[in-house]
C-alpha cells in the first residue's frame, strides 16, 4: 500500500513540473514575441530622419537607395526593416560596386536620426564593353555603377571589344591599373577632340582617335610618364597637328610620322 502511494506521488510531482515547465515556456515565448514586437514596431526605434552629408551629384534619395539593401545583410535585420535604427551599423557596409568610396554612420538615439557623411567616387571615365554595356570608373579603376553610351570629347568613353567590365571590380589587371590611369588622365589633360578611345587587352594597349589630329597609340605594360611629357612638349611646339599618327608604346621613346 505504501509503495502505491509512493507511486501515486511520484506521478503526481512529475506532472506538476510539467506543468510548470510548459507554463515557463510559454511565458518566455510571450517575452519573446513582446520583445521582438517592441524592436520591430515600437516608434522607439525607428528612425524619424536621415541627414546626409558630403553629396556633390548624388541626391539623396539615390543615396539611401543605394545604402538600403547593404544594412540588410540577414533575415533578422530584414525583419527590423531598414528604417530601424538598429540595422544602421556602418562596420558592415560594403561599399564595393556603388558610387560612394566612404559612407560614415552616426545613429542619433535620442533625436531618432541617422546622420550619414558620404564621400562620392570621382568619376573618371566610361568603360564600355561587349554590346556597349558601360560602367563609370574611379581613379582606381573600379567600375562602379552603370552609365550611358557618350560620344564626344567631354567625357573620356574607352571601348573594350573583348569583354565587358564587372561591377565593382577593376577593369585591368592590377599590375597595369596605375599605368592605365596614367594614360586616361594624361588624355584628359591635354583636352584633345577625342573621337574613339578604344582598349587592346590581349597587347595591354590604348589607341586613341583624334577629330583633326594624330592617333595616339600608349601601352599600360610601363610608366607613361616621361613618354606623356614628351607628348605634352610636342603640343606645347605645335606639332601635334603635323604628324599623322604618334606612336608612345615603347618606354622613353616616341615615334611619329608627319602628314
Not at 530601424?84 to 542619433?108: F, H, M, P, S
Not at 550611358?148 to 573620356?156: K, R
Not at 589587371?173 to 594614360?183: A, P, Q
Request: hydrophobic fraction near 45%; aromatic fraction near 12%.
Amino acid at each position: 500500500m505504501q509503495a502505491y502511494l509512493d507511486q501515486n506521488q511520484t506521478m503526481k510531482q512529475r506532472r506538476n513540473f510539467r506543468i510548470k515547465l510548459y507554463f515557463s515556456i510559454f511565458f518566455i515565448l510571450l517575452l519573446l514575441i513582446a520583445l521582438l514586437y517592441i524592436l520591430r514596431y515600437s516608434p522607439v526605434f525607428q528612425a524619424r530622419d536621415f541627414h546626409i552629408l558630403g553629396s556633390q551629384q548624388l541626391s539623396q534619395e539615390v543615396i539611401l537607395a543605394t545604402l538600403k539593401p547593404l544594412v540588410l545583410n540577414n533575415r533578422w535585420e530584414e525583419f527590423l526593416g531598414w528604417q530601424n535604427l538598429i540595422v544602421w551599423n556602418q562596420n558592415r557596409l560594403d561599399l564595393g560596386g556603388t558610387a560612394l568610396l566612404e559612407a560614415k554612420i552616426d545613429r542619433d538615439w535620442l533625436r531618432q536620426s541617422v546622420n550619414i557623411s558620404i564621400k562620392e567616387r570621382e568619376r573618371l571615365a566610361i568603360w564600355c564593353g561587349i554590346n556597349n554595356y558601360c560602367y563609370w570608373i574611379d581613379q582606381s579603376g573600379i567600375a562602379f555603377e552603370e552609365a550611358p553610351l557618350t560620344e564626344g570629347s567631354l567625357i573620356l568613353t574607352i571601348h573594350n571589344n573583348s569583354e565587358s567590365a564587372v561591377l565593382g571590380a577593376k577593369i585591368a589587371e592590377d599590375r597595369f591599373i596605375k599605368n592605365l590611369i596614367s594614360v586616361l588622365e594624361g588624355i584628359s589633360e591635354l583636352r584633345l577632340p577625342v573621337k574613339k578611345i578604344v582598349f587592346d587587352k590581349r597587347l595591354q594597349e590604348i589607341q586613341v582617335a583624334v577629330y583633326s589630329g594624330p592617333d595616339l597609340f600608349f601601352s599600360i605594360r610601363f610608366d607613361p610618364s616621361l613618354n606623356l611629357s614628351s607628348l605634352r612638349s610636342l603640343r606645347e611646339k605645335g606639332e601635334l597637328q603635323k604628324a599623322k599618327y604618334i606612336d608612345l608604346r615603347v618606354e622613353n621613346r616616341i615615334y611619329y610620322k608627319n602628314l
